[in-house]
């Protein structure tokens, strides 16, 4: 696996539209396909959502190379996570239908959700 980019950020609503935009960066430098990269942009900025529902302060995203597009995200919490919302539901139910071999590791001061989208 290559990793193609990583980036570090403070986990804002702000700062989302970059990272939507980095995404469909990298989706374009793998050979996605318009709908392919809208795809993986609406999961990436859920994915990011849920971190910042739950409390996320800074934000880590990386994505790597493989016999797909890897994506991994983790945040750390700034405060305890509050209960989980309708929201978070719908968001958890639409990557479960967009991604391959979601996963979702919560911890007391830490995040991850790490997914693969596409075949390359």
Do not use: H, Q
């Not at 409390?55 to 890897?70: D, M, P, Q, W, Y």
């Amino acid at each position: 696996m290559m990793e193609l980019m990583s980036l570090e950020f403070p986990l804002a609503k702000e700062v989302l539209t970059t990272v939507r935009l980095v995404t469909g960066g990298v989706c374009a430098l793998v050979g996605f396909g318009l709908d392919e990269a809208e795809d993986c942009k609406v999961c990436v900025t859920e994915s990011l959502l849920l971190l910042l529902g739950g409390g996320g302060k800074n934000a880590r995203v990386a994505f790597t190379r493989g016999g797909s597009l890897e994506v991994k995200l983790e945040a750390e919490y700034s405060a305890e996570k509050g209960a989980d919302s309708l929201e978070e539901e719908i968001s958890i139910a639409l990557l479960n239908a967009l991604v391959k071999d979601l996963k979702i590791v919560r911890e007391k001061e830490r995040a991850r959700i790490s997914f693969g989208f596409g075949t390359l």
